[in-house]
Each structure stands twice: as structure tokens, then as C-alpha cells.
């Protein structure tokens, strides 16, 4: 069955933003490249969220290569954030970008976060891309983090997206969803698990938005045209989360001369 498209990114007559946001755990592109080329091709993003970017030998060109074949460029993160990289079309125009590596429990991986402030139509949009823990304590204190670090942007709309190893019940993804909108519970469209990619049992991956931003539909891409499941099966261990978002126009835009 082909999925109902999801709205085309597009600025609206009132000056409000339609951007499409992707977030995809690639497991370092260790799977088949062009398959996970033509899946992020396919959902025409304004914004990638990845996770599990390449972080060792000729990394910026592993990233640089992605970008290239999905006609994005690269924002910030990869090995200098521990994993997390964002990606975007040139639609955004960039005001600042942070990689920050997030404290460590010995013996666990290294983890951190990928943040950068676009405008998109003129509006400020933070931007958050992680990868929380494996193990339960240390998740919930990187989601507590994230939160801060949203807060420290001192920006009025921002997206966080990423692989959070929790589920809808798990205190991480609770805690998130408590100060933020769950985007795939708000809108559902698409399909639900993502985990993984060949039989997928668990929804670990997700798309948070404040609460100025409407959700305009939020889910695995799953059946929209252009993907195909061998290529999602292939292209990496995660199924892709793609939402589409409406983001208020510039206060002075919006209200009448």
C-alpha cells in the first residue's frame, strides 16, 4: 500500500514554515550507502537528525559523501559529537552550531550531542540530534541534559530528534514527553515501531517538538513513494522517523500593518 504523502515543505502565505525533519539512526553506514541515500532522497527532508554517524577513519568524508548524494550539507556533529550529525537542505540558513560530548560512565560509550540554531523563513529553530545510553540511569540523567541544553538556546521553537534507546514507557522518553510534543503521538502517520529495521518491535527512535510548533503528521515512512522495504532493510539496523512540522511565522510577519 502506498503511504498518503506527508505535506511538501513550503512557506506559507501567512510567513509559517512547513518543514519536513527525518531522524535515522545509520549505524556508521556500515549497511548499503545508496540504499540509505535513496531513503533519505525519498522523504525530501528540510532536516536530518542522524545518529551513529561515522566517527573514526575518514570520517568527515563518510559524512561528506552522505550529504553529497542526498543533496544536503552537513550542519554539525559526527565524531566531534560522539555519533549524533545533523544535516540540512540550504532552506536553513545557519546562526550557530555546538557539538557537546556529554559526561561518560566508565566502561559505556562516549555519547553527545549535535545542536545548531537555522532559520527557516526567517523563525529561529534550535536543534538537538542524540543518542542517549544503553543503560537506564545514565539515559535518564542525558535526557534531563537535553532538556538543559534546549533551554540554554534560548530559542522560542526547537526539534529534538534521535535514537533514545527507551520506549514510550521507558523515564527517558516520559521525561522528554513531559515538557515536550511526542510528534508521533500527537499526529500519528505512517508506522510505529522502528527496531529493528527487518522485524521491528520497539519505537527507541523519535521526533520531540516544542510546544509553539504544530505537528503536521509524524511516523516511519514506510510505503511512501520512493522507498522500498528491501532498501530500509538494507540501508541500516533502524527504521527512519519522518514528521512534518508547521512552525509559527516571525511575530512581525504574522501581525497586521
Known sequence: MVLTPLPDSRTEPDGSAVIRVLSYNIRSMRDDREALARVIRACAPD?????????????????????????????????????????????????????????????????????????????????????LSLRHDERLAQADLLLDRLDAMQVEHAIAAGDLNDGPEGKAFRLLAGRLQDCRSVRPWGADQTFPAHDPRLRIDAIFATAGIEVLGCGVPSGLSGITEPDLRAATD????????????????????
Open 238 to 257: 533502524h527504521l527512519p522517523v519522518l514528521a512534518a512540522l508547521r512552525v509559527p511565522a516571525l511575530a512581525s510577519l504574522a501581525e497586521p500593518a
Open 47 to 131: 532536516l536530518v537528525f542522524i545518529q551513529e554517524a561515522p566517527r573514526f577513519f575518514r570520517w568527515r568524508k563518510r559524512a561528506a559523501w552522505l550529504a553529497a548524494h542526498t543533496d544536503l550539507v552537513l550542519l554539525s556533529g559526527g565524531a566531534t559529537a560522539a555519533g549524533p550529525l545533523l544535516l540540512c537542505s540550504l532552506r536553513a540558513a545557519v546562526e550557530r552550531t555546538e557539538d557537546l560530548l556529554l559526561p561518560r560512565t566508565p566502561g559505556l560509550h562516549r555519547r553527545g550531542f549535535a545542536t545548531a540554531v537555522v532559520r527557516i523563513a526567517g523563525t529561529r529553530i534550535g536543534l538537538l540530534s542524540c543518542h
